[in-house]
């Protein structure tokens, strides 16, 4: 099946600054998406980004599926971007409902 | 709407006893995963359903776990009997689009604790 590898693992900022998440997978995919869970410990959905570039506020997604990785950025972060980011990929075979999720990258956005 | 409602939020029980975890999917939402979240193994889907019909139950872990989604607005997690181990947050997800085209909408989680 699927691997997906987050990098870096844990991150922390200065509120203001900017920072790029990567996630790496293993084979083709059809879905790929990013989560934010939130201290609280809420899953919320950023993007349904399979290729291209997406952009919602402060935060934009790029996926070269191609070269089989997808890019996660955020500008000006802010405490509230605290959180944990996991990235969920999906297959052509197989069972195409199985998002495969990275281990995440732990962000901690210090005031 | 209100999104993914899961219930309950907590629950601690002791071995042995059995445990239900209740999900209500988002309204017109055709699909509805369970995931498992754990330090040790990330998240996991344990099973989904397509209009009400189990899909994909390979991530069920052993015979003790079983779903049921009886209607289109329902669907229960059972456990029985439940271990230490199963100690995890539950997450349950819905779906509007087929899952490899969609966004997936997640409830705010069970976590369930077995002593």
């Known amino acids: 099946g699927i691997q997906v590898e987050q990098s870096p693992p844990d991150l922390i900022l200065q509120e203001g600054a900017n920072s790029t998440l990567r996630c790496n997978f293993s084979?083709?995919?059809?879905?790929l998406q990013w989560f934010h869970q939130n201290p609280w410990g809420q899953l919320i959905n950023l993007f349904y980004?399979?290729?291209g570039t997406k952009q919602n506020g402060r935060l934009s997604a790029t996926t070269v599926a191609t070269e089989r990785y997808s890019l996660l950025y955020i500008s000006s972060s802010q405490t509230t971007d605290s959180g944990v980011y996991f990235c969920?990929?999906?297959?052509?075979?197989?069972?195409?409902?199985?998002?495969?999720f990275g281990k995440g990258t732990k962000l901690s956005v210090k005031p | 709407d209100a999104g993914v409602i899961q219930s309950p939020r907590h629950e601690v029980t002791e071995m042995g006893q059995e445990v239900t975890l209740r999900c209500k999917p988002i309204?017109?939402?055709?699909?509805l995963f369970w995931y498992r979240q754990t330090m040790m193994r990330g998240l996991e889907l344990l099973i989904y359903f397509n209009n009400n019909v189990p899909i994909d139950d390979s991530g069920m872990p052993e015979d003790r776990f079983s779903a049921k989604m009886p209607n289109a607005s329902f669907s229960t997690l059972k456990i029985q009997p439940s271990e230490p181990r199963d100690s995890a947050v539950y997450f349950c997800a819905s779906h509007f689009l087929p899952p490899n085209r969609g966004v997936a909408f997640f409830g705010q989680g069970t976590r369930l604790t077995v002593v």
């Open positions: 084979d083709s995919v059809n879905n």
């Open positions: 980004i399979p290729s």
């Open positions: 969920a990929a999906g297959g052509y075979g197989g069972s195409q409902g199985n998002l495969i």
């Open positions: 309204s017109g939402h055709d699909y």
